[in-house]
């Protein structure tokens, strides 16, 4: 089934294509001081069209901070009195949508958890009803494209055309770079499927490490996404929640006047071209690689350790021989140079003996 999606401009900056939508601010909203002091430097960036803050915060664990609640949308309304910024909060009940509708926020958006649940969306669809603010719909926790595309269908079809969607990446048992998988062919596909939705890419909650905010926004642009979500905190250390993942607004600045922006190709988007499909499964395989090595080098340090509690040498000249061959072998069967198999083992190896001298001599 395709994607009948009814999509209106959600920011004049899409027509005009200046700079991307630019979203930030504090995971949660804490003090109307902390909203305040990080909006006003967020402004002078000239870049950041909504401030956001999470008044409601769905946590994974009972008994962490769950949100200021309503309190937080006057501090918001001061935020867009001081500084003339849009403002925006997260969604995940009729009641929310009430009391957004009610203090006039220009945007909101539906958090990931709560996209997961055809419930929950049907319930804040319906609140939503005969409005025209804007919506943002995350995508869900898990990376089910169906459930993503059904929860904007339940929105559009409520009425709301200021549509797009927020791409925070997904869980996955098994990644350990990032704390949510980007996994980018799902929002590929659904710029494929339905080209005039925008995609705002949200680096800080794929990423969960605020150095890594920069490499992935680069990313999303590169790949022509709309607008980025960016988390930022006057004092990301101190933060009560996501500390780990937030930028102040200086390094927000920094971060945005290192972006490149690459030149659109009309109507034919980068990211459809053979070369971004190639490349993406470059980044996914060198992805892999850093996570084998890894791996393999925790091995290394076990196999120090048990050598330590046993009193033996590190290096055993017959074993990393055997290796040595085997593994030039297999390489070479499989296409691989002999100078480069030779190479690459040799630099695994000296890695491996570091880390094990490491562990003799602690
Ligand atoms: C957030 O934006 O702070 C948030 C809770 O994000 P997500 O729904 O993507 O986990
Ligand atoms: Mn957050």
């Given at each position: 089934m395709g994607l009948d999606l009814k999509i209106e401009n959600i920011d004049n900056n899409l027509q005009n294509a200046k700079w991307p939508i630019l979203i930030s601010g504090p995971c949660s909203a804490e003090s109307e001081q902390q909203m305040l002091s990080t909006a006003i430097q967020l402004a002078e960036t000239g870049k950041v069209s909504y401030f956001r803050a999470g008044l409601w915060k769905p946590r994974t664990?009972?008994?962490?901070?769950e949100g200021v609640g309503a309190k937080g949308l006057e501090w918001l309304k001061k935020v867009r009195e001081v500084t003339g910024l849009k403002i925006s909060t997260e969604v995940a009940k009729a009641e929310h949508v009430e009391l957004c509708l009610e203090a006039g926020l220009d945007m909101i958006w539906i958090g990931a958890r709560t996209s997961t649940n055809p419930f929950s969306i049907q319930e804040v669809a319906d609140a939503l009803r005969g409005t025209d603010i804007t919506v943002l719909v995350k995508n869900p926790l898990n990376p089910d494209f169906q459930l993503w595309i059904g929860a904007l269908e339940r929105i559009n079809r409520a009425g709301v055309k200021k549509l797009g969607a927020i791409h925070r990446g997904f869980s996955n048992y098994d990644e350990k770079v990032f704390r949510n998988s980007p996994m980018w062919d799902i929002p590929i596909e659904l710029k494929r499927q339905c080209p005039q939705i925008p995609i705002i890419t949200d680096p800080s909650h794929i990423t969960g490490k605020r150095e890594l905010v920069p490499f992935i926004s680069q990313k999303a642009l590169d790949l022509n996404m709309d607008g980025l979500m960016i988390e930022s905190h006057?004092?990301?250390?101190?933060?009560?929640?996501?500390n780990a993942q937030q930028v102040t607004p200086a390094v927000l600045a920094q971060i945005i006047k290192e972006l490149v922006l690459r030149k659109h190709e009309g109507d034919n988007p980068a990211f459809k071209t053979q070369l971004e499909k190639l490349r993406l499964e470059i980044d996914q395989y060198d992805n892999d690689i850093i996570k084998i090595i890894s791996a393999r080098m925790n091995v290394a340090a076990k196999i120090g350790q048990y050598k330590r509690d046993n009193e033996v040498t590190i290096l055993q000249m017959n074993r990393w021989e055997q290796i040595l061959n085997q593994r030039v072998a297999l390489g070479e069967a499989m296409g691989l140079s002999n100078s480069f198999m030779k190479r690459m083992l040799q630099l695994v190896h000296q890695e491996s003996i570091r880390i094990q001298t490491d562990i003799m001599n602690a």
């Open positions: 664990r009972p008994g962490a901070f006057i004092t990301p250390d101190i933060a009560w929640s996501d």
